[in-house]
């Protein structure tokens, strides 16, 4: 659990890094574009091999059937995670499509997994974009887009699905099949 949590604290630090600091992160320059590169990479590694090695606490049972609603909010999770680069009409209709995305990422996979490690990692996840997105709020006014075209959104939901299949086989390569209602 230890690198997990190891994980998780780069992963906010990395992240918050330009909200919290933002005189020290500005003279970094491009170096601190890196740095923050870096450390999110390592966040990655460290939460997954943490999250891997947990131990099962189980805190709570998900409810039968979960997973079909885990698999319908990941696949708005995904698109809207795309939003912000499709250049489509939604695009200037959501001021924070991307950590919109991650919390209702982290809400999906809190309905199928109820354990300590899942728990810790995705409420944390969740919590952090919730944050990040009401720091961004107090600090800078959004300037909303101008809308982009409908086949913007169209090539984002092309490409959600294509990575929506890609992460469902990933799931199934490593023995946790999305598909099967309720998850053990």
């Not at 990395?14 to 491009?30: D, E, V, W």
């Not at 795309?82 to 809400?107: C, D, E, F, T």
Request: no cysteine.
């Amino acid at each position: 659990m230890d690198i997990l949590i190891l994980g998780l604290v780069l992963w906010v630090f990395s992240h918050l890094f330009k909200r919290l600091m933002p005189g020290l992160r500005a003279r970094m320059g491009a170096a601190g574009k890196l740095f923050v590169t870096v450390l999110s990479l390592a966040a990655i590694a460290l939460m997954v091999i943490g999250y891997r090695g947990a131990e099962a606490e189980a805190l709570y049972t998900p409810l039968p059937g979960m997973g079909h609603l885990n698999n319908l909010l990941m696949l708005i999770s995904l698109y809207l995670m795309g939003v912000g680069h499709s250049r489509g009409v939604l695009s200037a209709r959501i001021r924070h499509p991307m950590l919109s995305g991650v919390v209702l990422w982290a809400v999906a996979h809190l309905l199928v997994n109820g354990d300590l490690a899942s728990v810790m990692l995705f409420g944390s996840l969740g919590v952090w974009a919730i944050a990040a997105m009401l720091l961004i709020n107090a600090q800078e006014r959004w300037q909303r887009p101008a809308p982009g075209s409908p086949r913007g959104d169209a090539i984002n939901l092309g490409v959600t699905l294509v990575l929506y299949a890609l992460i469902a086989g990933i799931h199934i390569w490593l023995g946790h099949n999305p598909f099967v209602g309720t998850y053990g």
